[in-house]
Nanobody
Framework: QVQLVESGGGLVQAGGSLRLSCAAS????????MGWHRQAPGKQREFVAR???????NYADSVKGRFTISRDYAKNTVYLQMNSLKPEDTAVYYC???????????WGQGTQVTVSS
């Protein structure tokens, strides 16, 4: 199993910044992709950003230019730097990890981000 623990959520005013962290532990060998999804009240969970094992990244159109994902391989941690936050970014943010051998997709417990207008 892989355990993912998120931190860094909170309440921020529109235009502000937050940095989320997600620390992975357990059977973390062969983890390929790590990333973030989010779920707003009454909406489906949606993709936010991911970083591949080689370091390449991709983002949802709604966060491009505002959010930056990064990965510290020594600390087995992935970060999401969120700048220029908007009220529509309000959601529970979930970290996820994709492992190839043995195969599995793992999720953290989520961290709340609230952006006030």
């Amino acid at each position: 199993q892989v355990q993912l623990v998120e931190s860094g959520g909170g309440l921020v005013q529109a235009g502000g910044s937050l940095r989320l962290s997600c620390a992975a532990s357990g059977n973390i060998f062969n983890i390929n992709t790590m990333g973030w999804h989010r779920q707003a009240p009454g909406k489906q969970r949606e993709f936010v950003a991911r970083v591949f094992s080689g370091g390449s990244t991709n983002y949802a159109d709604s966060v491009k230019g505002r959010f930056t994902i990064s990965r510290d391989y020594a600390k087995n941690t992935v970060y999401l730097q969120m700048n220029s936050l908007k009220p529509e970014d309000t959601a529970v943010y979930y970290c996820n990890a994709d492992r190839s051998r043995p195969p599995g997709m793992f999720w953290g417990q989520g961290t709340q981000v609230t952006v006030s207008s």
